[in-house]
């Protein structure tokens, strides 16, 4: 059964990324775009519309032009923004990293994407200056520009220039904006190529059923290269006019802080923070009636915990669901409906087809019955750069994406995701492979086979490690996780161990997750 939305659709938008978000800036003048949190350092959309087309130029000067990629490592700040524009505008792809990466993560996506810029900020300098390095050992020649003042290397705003940006010919349907790196439903982190179309016609889908507009105040405190964060507040928010307050990371004092001080209106979040905003015995003492809004989205939520946030704070508190490889958006929590039931990920966006299907038999499940989420639309990602193999198996030949997750609707459209198939790990919202631990452990002298799936705590889903000994060796729990944790990012690291004398595997050699994920439930 092919399930339609119950919106009317909406045309494709085939416009560059930048024309579409930055047509009305210079219109609203002095009206704040963007104001840094922690500092009030203020851009307004004015500034931001000259700042972008000073950079372009810029950049054009160097020489950076149509297919090149430019590496945005960075935490939030006001510039981010600038920088993804100006290198959209002169038909660049921008291809984002998490400031928490570790040099050799960094260095694997610089080359896989062939970066041929990196823009970093001062904090997260040291792990650039060595990943490039390794970089510069393959034969590529990167250069590092920086958003502050960092010694050695050249800023940002060293590079605005009075003069024209050149007029770049844009094809909306087929040119990458921007290169997010995803693991999919399984493997390790892949780009995905979003096109200005992917990206454009989702905020059309979405504004169907969640408005924003200039009266807006908005909480960042999502990292903004993570395309949720990239699309709810930098595109959506400044297309639509609202005045973004930056945080360059989560700090539940600052947030909680911002959110009165702010007059703060609406709050985009992951599970872990509402669990906070549940419970923090702060809140009881704070004006949060400027608050009308929150979107949860990144994760699961318990309906408990969403239940609880909205009697506490008296506000509509919604979800959303999607993933990097759809733009991101699929589902959202339909604005004003607060009959809608916790726990559901809301509706179907215009424009969007999903199917619910067996993923033993790849037949459609009956009404009512769960089975994997597949999706068809235009916010359906271009592919897997470089690797066709791995397109091909997330996007089948009639152009459903097979989301991996498993998910029910109910008879009033609402929709609800309940399990996955995926091997992919989610913890406090950040994407965890399996493979890519499982490589790093398996390179441990001591360790002979390795598996890890996610466990959940009852608040989040924590990688654990299964490990076969090397035999004569006597390897603690303490030391396989101190071994990965100086290899990743610390989201990544390993939270819980457990040795075993075989990991089960199929005559395929593929291992089997799902025997492990049911001798952890006989466990326990």
């Known amino acids: 059964m092919i399930y339609e939305s119950q919106c009317d659709g909406v045309p494709t938008v085939d416009l560059p990324i930048h024309s579409l978000v930055l047509a009305g800036a ?8 963007m104001v840094d949190a922690g500092t009030g350092q203020t851009l307004s959309y004015g500034e931001l519309a000259v700042l972008v087309r000073r950079l372009a130029a810029g950049l054009a000067a160097e020489g950076i032009g149509k297919g090149d990629v430019i590496a945005l490592h960075s935490p939030n700040t006001i510039l981010f923004p600038v920088v993804f524009y100006a290198a959209t505008s002169i038909g660049a792809t921008v291809t984002t990293l998490s400031p ?31 990943a490039t390095a390794k970089v510069r050992e393959t034969g590529r020649t990167i250069e590092i520009l920086t958003c502050d003042r960092a010694t050695g290397h050249r800023g940002v705003l060293d590079l605005l220039t009075d003069g024209p940006a050149p007029t770049i010919d844009i094809d909306p349907a087929d040119d990458v904006a921007v290169l997010p790196y995803s693991s999919g439903t399984t493997g390790v982190p892949k780009g995905v190529m979003l096109t200005h179309r992917n990206l454009c016609t989702n905020l059309a889908q979405l504004h169907s059923l969640h408005h924003v507009d200039e009266s807006e105040r908005i909480i960042a405190v999502l990292p903004f290269f993570h395309i949720f964060g990239l699309t709810a507040l930098i ?21 909680l802080t911002s ?13 872990p923070i509402m669990l906070a905003l549940a419970k923090h015995p702060r809140i009881d003492s704070q004006d949060l009636t400027a608050l009308r809004r929150i ?21 509509e508190v919604g979800q959303a669901y999607g993933m990097t490889e759809l733009s991101p958006g699929t589902h959202v ?62 996007i089948d030949a009639d152009g459903w994406l097979h989301t991996g997750d498993i998910a029910r609707v109910d008879e009033h459209g609402n929709w609800y995701i309940v399990d996955r198939v995926k091997e992919l790990i989610k913890y406090k919202a950040y994407q965890v492979a399996p493979a890519e631990l499982e490589a790093i452990l398996v390179g441990h002298p001591a ?10 705590d009852g608040t989040d889903e924590l990688p654990k490690a299964f490990i076969v000994r090397t035999p004569g060796t006597h390897l603690t729990t303490e030391e396989v996780i101190a071994y990965v944790a100086a290899q990743v990012s610390p989201y990544k690291k390993i939270r819980l161990v457990e040795f075993i004398d075989t990991i089960p595997k199929a005559s395929s050699g593929k291992i089997l997750r799902r025997e492990l994920r049911d001798r952890e439930t006989l466990v326990s």
């Open 26 to 33: 210079e219109g609203r003048g002095a009206r704040p775009a």
């Open 100 to 130: 928490l990466s570790t040099p050799d993560e960094i260095a694997t996506q610089l080359i896989d994407a062939d970066a041929r810029l990196m823009v970093t900020v001062s904090a997260t300098l040291t792990a650039a200056r060595a």
């Open 235 to 255: 595109n959506n928010a400044l297309y639509r006019g609202a005045t973004v307050y930056v945080h360059s990371r989560f700090d539940l004092d600052a947030f």
């Open 259 to 271: 959110l009165e001080r702010d007059r703060i209106t609406l709050a985009y979040v992951a599970p």
């Open 295 to 315: 979107i949860c989205a990144a994760a699961p939520l318990d309906a408990g915990v969403q239940t609880a946030v909205a009697t506490r704070l008296g506000v």
């Open 333 to 394: 929590h339909a604005d004003g409906h607060h009959d809608e039931p916790a726990g559901s990920v809301g509706r179907l966006i215009p424009s969007t087809r999903a199917r619910l299907v067996d993923p033993t038999t790849g037949q459609d499940v009956q009404p009512g019955d769960r089975g994997e989420l597949w999706i068809q639309g235009p916010q359906v990602m271009k592919g897997y750069l470089g690797r066709p193999d791995a397109t091909d198996t997330m």
């Open 447 to 456: 360790i002979a086979d390795a598996a890890v799936i996610g466990v959940h």
